[in-house]
């Protein structure tokens, strides 16, 4: 009878927690869209295929989360409320990030400004192992002034590369379409003095 109550008691805190994991998700999201989406000169490009990866990523991290916890606070009380506050941290982050991979690349014609997801290429090993850096960088969007872009190369029919005086970006799509929405917005932008290179169309 004890065990099945505590089956129970464990089942509750992961539907509890992942429950609450969604309402954070949607709430970074809202607020997201609050400040970067706010008025009609602001062009999304939203690429759920291209985010899926990392949302299921970060769920699966989750999930793994919960379940240690679960069995944690059947081993030990003190332990469990002493990592709680860890986890709930680290909790936040992650729906922090899953809101900010739905946002995908906002190009605001207001501020001049495209907004996009960074590359994690910037992290070491040691980042990835901490995970809390590769969470930061998930929660986080990095920022190009559009004037300042000089070229936009393409590569492998899924990729853009911005050159200019702030060195390279490159936003990954998962289709020529998505990518292509994106080259039009930027070149659209009233005041560009951006190169397109047609011809190159690198393979991987």
């Known amino acids: 009878m004890a065990t099945t109550k505590k089956k129970q008691n464990d089942e509750l805190l992961m539907y509890g927690a992942a429950a609450l994991?969604?309402?954070?998700?949607?709430?970074?999201?809202?607020?997201?869209?609050?400040k970067y989406l706010t008025n009609e000169n602001a062009h999304q490009i939203f690429?759920?295929?291209?985010?899926?990866?990392?949302l299921l990523t970060i769920g699966s991290g989750l999930l793994v989360t919960i379940i240690l916890m679960a069995q944690l606070k059947g081993y030990s009380e003190v332990l469990f409320w002493l990592t709680l506050p860890l986890c709930i941290y680290?909790?936040?982050?992650?729906?922090?990030?899953?809101?900010?991979?739905?946002?995908?690349?906002?190009?605001?014609?207001?501020?001049?400004i495209v907004h996009f997801p960074p590359n994690l290429e910037?992290?070491?090993?040691?980042d990835y192992l901490k995970v809390i850096p590769v969470l930061?960088?998930?929660?986080?969007?990095?920022?190009?002034?559009?004037?300042?872009?000089?070229?936009?190369?393409?590569?492998?029919?899924?990729?853009?590369?911005?050159?200019?005086?702030?060195?390279?970006?490159?936003?990954?799509?998962?289709?020529?379409?998505?990518?292509?929405?994106?080259?039009?917005?930027?070149?659209?932008?009233?005041?560009?003095?951006i190169g397109l290179a047609n011809e190159v169309e690198f393979s991987e």
């Open 21 to 34: 994991l969604m309402v954070l998700a949607l709430f970074h999201y809202f607020r997201l869209r609050q």
């Open 47 to 54: 690429d759920f295929k291209a985010m899926l990866p990392k």
């Open 122 to 126: 910037r992290l070491d090993l040691f």
């Open 136 to 193: 930061k960088v998930w929660t986080d969007l990095d920022t190009v002034d559009i004037t300042q872009i000089e070229r936009i190369t393409r590569q492998a029919g899924k990729s853009l590369f911005m050159i200019g005086k702030f060195g390279s970006r490159r936003i990954t799509f998962t289709d020529k379409g998505k990518r292509d929405e994106c080259i039009y917005w930027l070149t659209s932008f009233e005041g560009n003095h």
């Open 90 to 112: 680290a909790g936040n982050l992650a729906a922090k990030a899953q809101a900010y991979m739905l946002l995908g690349v906002v190009i605001d014609y207001n501020t001049g």
